[in-house]
T-cell receptor
Framework: GAGVSQSPRYKVAKRGQDVALRCDPISGHVSLFWYQQALGQGPEFLTYFQNEAQLDKSGLPSDRFFAERPEGSVSTLKIQRTQQEDSAVYLC????????????FGNGTRLTVT | AQSVTQPDIHITVSEGASLELRCNYSYGATPYLFWYVQSPGQGLQLLLKYFSGDTLVQGIKGFEAEFKRSQSSFNLRKPSVHWSDAAEYFCAVGTGGFKTIFGAGTRLFVKA
């Protein structure tokens, strides 16, 4: 079946622009996660949804970061007024259970802020 | 606080040689442990997982890992490495909540 789909694959934004990153999880997966992966680092947790409820957003680095999953399926990660330090790969993952279940990752969106 | 340490930033092995990638974790309870592999430009793919029971777990692509509670380790092994195994490998721990915490990764290079 189809895996986790993320778009766009690459995004270049000028400093100060807003960006929106989309994630389409595996059908039926209750849990959806966003991770940020800086160059040469492991993924860092940003936020977690169970269906449409955002149960944990403790990893969002600032109030410029906002995520939603209004119908419990597709999710969007929005970054307002992008800064150079926001440059990273943003990974979306889904799972049928909670964070202790194995994660199914998309290929990520590489964001470059110039 | 929960954490995962992968002491080796990169490792080079010859094709056909054995491989061991180290992982140490810090977690107060019985952990859920994972190894993922990431090829360039791709997302992470699960290699294997440990939840409970037998401390030696088998995964895909001929990989295995052994959970050693006394050493807080979960090292990944493969008896004979293939060139296609060149990638980045991440050890991770499930914290009993919603977060999976990842190590910084070990990049594997395979030489002919």
């Amino acid at each position: 079946g189809a895996g986790v789909s993320q778009s766009p694959r690459y995004k270049v934004a000028k400093r100060g622009q807003d960006v929106a990153l989309r994630c389409d999880p595996i059908s039926g997966h209750v849990s959806l996660f966003w991770y940020q992966q800086a160059l040469g680092q492991g993924p860092e947790f940003l936020t977690y949804f169970q269906n449409e409820a955002q149960l944990d957003k403790s990893g969002l680095p600032s109030d410029r970061f906002f995520a939603e999953r209004p119908e419990g399926s597709v999710s969007t990660l929005k970054i307002q007024r992008t800064q150079q330090e926001d440059s990273a790969v943003y990974l979306c993952a889904s799972s049928p259970g909670d964070g202790n279940s194995p994660l199914h990752f998309g290929n990520g969106t590489r964001l470059t802020v110039t | 606080a929960q954490s995962v340490t992968q002491p080796d930033i990169h490792i080079t092995v010859s094709e056909g040689a054995s491989l061991e990638l180290r992982c140490n974790y810090s977690y107060g309870a019985t952990p859920y442990l994972f190894w993922y592999v990431q090829s360039p430009g791709q997302g992470l793919q699960l290699l294997l997982k440990y939840f409970s029971g037998d401390t030696l777990v088998q995964g895909i692509k001929g990989f295995e890992a052994e959970f050693k509670r006394s050493q807080s380790s979960f090292n990944l092994r493969k008896p004979s490495v293939h060139w296609s195994d060149a990638a980045e490998y991440f050890c991770a721990v499930g914290t009993g909540g919603f977060k999976t915490i990842f190590g910084a990764g070990t990049r594997l290079f395979v030489k002919a």
